[in-house]
C-alpha cells in the first residue's frame, strides 16, 4: 500500500525546569530560583491561552484519541511521547524549535523577563546541548534546530564556535542573528555577518525563521506580567481578560508579525543571497497570506532603488531560489493563494504541541485543507517539496513512511466533511478559515522598508 511521506515543518521542543542545573553553566545557578518564581508566573498565564484553545469541556470535539488528555503534549520534552504522537499522526519527520507553554525559556527568550546578555548566551548554549542529549539519538525523523539566534555574540568568532558545534552535533538548521533582539546588533545585510553566512553554507546548515522574529530578549514577558494583571484585576471573568488580550498576543503580535518579513527581505535587498547563492531560508509559523501582496511591493522598491542596493535580482527570484515556507498549521486562505506563493515552495507544519497548531487532528485538518486540490501538489506541500528544496534524505523519509505513514486515502479518499464544531475549532485555534491579509499591514512594512534603504545604500 501506498503510503504518504509527510514532513512537519514546525514543531516544539523545551527544556525541563528540572534539567536547568544539569545543563546551565554553575557560574548561573544562583539566578535559578528567580527563574523558577518567573517560571510559575509564565505558566500562570500561558496556561490560560492553552486552555482557551484546548477547553477541556471541548475534548468530545477534537481530541478523539485522548492524545491531550493523557499527556501526549509532553512530547515537547520527552521522546518516547513525542515519537507516540508522530506515529499516531502519520509524521515521518519534524523540525524541532524551542518555546512552549509548559515551561519559560532559560533567560533568553521574549517572553521571559529582562535579563543580562551573558545569562542568555549561557541559557541558549544549555538548550542545544539538551536538545541533542534528548532528541538527537532520532536523526532520521527529528530535526534539530539550533537556537543561535536567541543569543548575543560578543563577536562573530564566538558564534561561529557554536554554529560549529551544532553542525558537528547533526543540527539541520538555525535561527538567524536577531531572533530574540538585542542592543547594537547590526541588520542581516550588514557584512559583519558575512562569516556566519559563509559557514552556514559551508557546512550546509539551513536559516529558519520561525513567529517571534525580532521581538526584544523580555518584550513578551512584560506582555504576560500585563495579562497577569488583567486577569488578577478581573478574577471574576477570566476568560473576559483572555479575550481581551489576545488577539493582540496570538494574531497580531507573533503570527501576523511583520519584523520576520523585514528580517527576509534584508537578506534579499542586502545581497546575501548573491554572495552566498547556497543558502537556504525557511520560515516557519509565520503565515503565507501576506506574501503576494508583500513581494509585489518588495519588487516594485527593488526596481525604483537598485542602482543604490547590493542585490543584483528582485526579492520574488531569491524567493523561488533560496526560500522556503513552513505554511505552520496552513490555512483555507493560503492552500487558495498557493500558487501566487509559490506552490513548490510550500510546505507545512503541525505546531505540536502548541494549543493553535493542528495537533491532535492533523489528519482531518490536511484532509479538509489539501484533499480537494489536485494530488501531486497536496503531497508536494505535505512532504515532497521539503525534501526536494532542503535536500532531506527522500529514500530514508519514504522508508519510514511506510511503516508509520498515512494511507493515500487518509486524506484523498472519500469521507464525511468536517463537523461544523470542529471546524469552529480549527478557527478558534489557528484561524483556520480567515480572510487574508490583503493591504492592511502595506504602510507599516513601507515604514521599515524606507528605514532599511536609507541603511543598505552605504552596501551597495
Known amino acids: 500500500m501506498e503510503k504518504l511521506t509527510i514532513v512537519s515543518l514546525d514543531g516544539h521542543a523545551q527544556m525541563p525546569p528540572e534539567a536547568w542545573p544539569k545543563y546551565l553553566d554553575k557560574r548561573y545557578h544562583d539566578c535559578l530560583p528567580a527563574l523558577n518564581t518567573e517560571n510559575s508566573d509564565f505558566k500562570g498565564v500561558s496556561g490560560h491561552f492553552f486552555n482557551r484553545l484546548h477547553n477541556a469541556d471541548l475534548y468530545h470535539i477534537y481530541d478523539f484519541d485522548n492524545a491531550v488528555r493523557d499527556g501526549y503534549g509532553e512530547g515537547v520534552w520527552n521522546l518516547e511521547k513525542r515519537i507516540h504522537e508522530m ?68 563577536d562573530v568568532d564566538e558564534l561561529i564556535e557554536e554554529l560549529d558545534w551544532i553542525a558537528d552535533h547533526g543540527f539541520k538548521a538555525t535561527t538567524l542573528p536577531g531572533f530574540t533582539a538585542y542592543p547594537g546588533q547590526p541588520p542581516l545585510f550588514d557584512k559583519y555577518w558575512d562569516p556566519f553566512w559563509a559557514r552556514c553554507e559551508e557546512r550546509g546548515i539551513l536559516l529558519w525563521m520561525h513567529a517571534g522574529q525580532g ?21 471574576a471573568d477570566v476568560p473576559t481578560a483572555i479575550e481581551k488580550l489576545s488577539k493582540e498576543f496570538f494574531q497580531g503580535k507573533i503570527f501576523s508579525s511583520v519584523k520576520p518579513r523585514r528580517a527576509m527581505w534584508q ?12 543558502l537556504r531560508l525557511v520560515l516557519s509559523e509565520i503565515y503565507g497570506d501576506w506574501m503576494g501582496r508583500t513581494f509585489q511591493y518588495l519588487d516594485e522598491q527593488f526596481e525604483a532603488n537598485r542602482d543604490s542596493l547590493p542585490a543584483k535580482r528582485k526579492p520574488s527570484e531569491y524567493w523561488r531560489s533560496n526560500c522556503f515556507n513552513g505554511l505552520s498549521f496552513i490555512r483555507k486562505c493560503e492552500v487558495a493563494m498557493r500558487h501566487d506563493m509559490g506552490v513548490e515552495r510550500l510546505g507545512f507544519g503541525r505546531d505540536y504541541p ?39 534524505d527522500k529514500a530514508k523519509l519514504d522508508s519510514i513512511a511506510q511503516r508509520v505513514g498515512l494511507p493515500m486515502d487518509a ?27 490583503g493591504d492592511e499591514r502595506m504602510e507599516e512594512i513601507d515604514g521599515m522598508m524606507r528605514e532599511d534603504l536609507w541603511r543598505a545604500r552605504v552596501y551597495a
Open 267 to 278: 537578506l534579499m535587498m542586502g545581497g546575501v543571497f548573491d554572495r552566498y547563492p547556497k
Open 354 to 392: 502548541h494549543g493553535e497548531g493542528t495537533w491532535p487532528n492533523t489528519v482531518e485538518w490536511l484532509r479538509d485543507a489539501l484533499g480537494g486540490i489536485p494530488k501531486d501538489e497536496a503531497i508536494g506541500i505535505m512532504g515532497g517539496n521539503a525534501i526536494n528544496v532542503l535536500g532531506l
Open 215 to 235: 521581538e526584544r530578549q523580555g518584550e513578551l514577558g512584560a506582555m504576560f506580567h500585563r495579562i497577569g494583571n488583567v486577569i488578577r484585576e478581573e478574577q
Open 87 to 154: 506515529d499516531r499522526e502519520g509524521i515521518a519527520a519534524e523540525f524541532l524549535h524551542s518555546g512552549d507553554s509548559r515551561a519559560i525559556g532559560l533567560f533568553f527568550q521574549s517572553s521571559n523577563r529582562d535579563h543580562t546578555m551573558d545569562r542568555c548566551q549561557a541559557g541558549v548554549k544549555a538548550y542545544n546541548r539538551w536538545l541533542y542529549d534528548e532528541f538527537g539519538s532520532e536523526p532520521d525523523r527529528l530535526y534539530l534546530i539550533g537556537i543561535l539566534g536567541s543569543a548575543p555574540w560578543r
Open 411 to 437: 486524506i484523498f479518499g472519500d469521507h464525511p466533511p468536517l463537523s461544523g464544531e470542529l471546524l469552529a475549532h480549527f478557527q478558534k485555534r489557528g484561524q483556520y478559515l480567515a480572510e487574508p491579509e
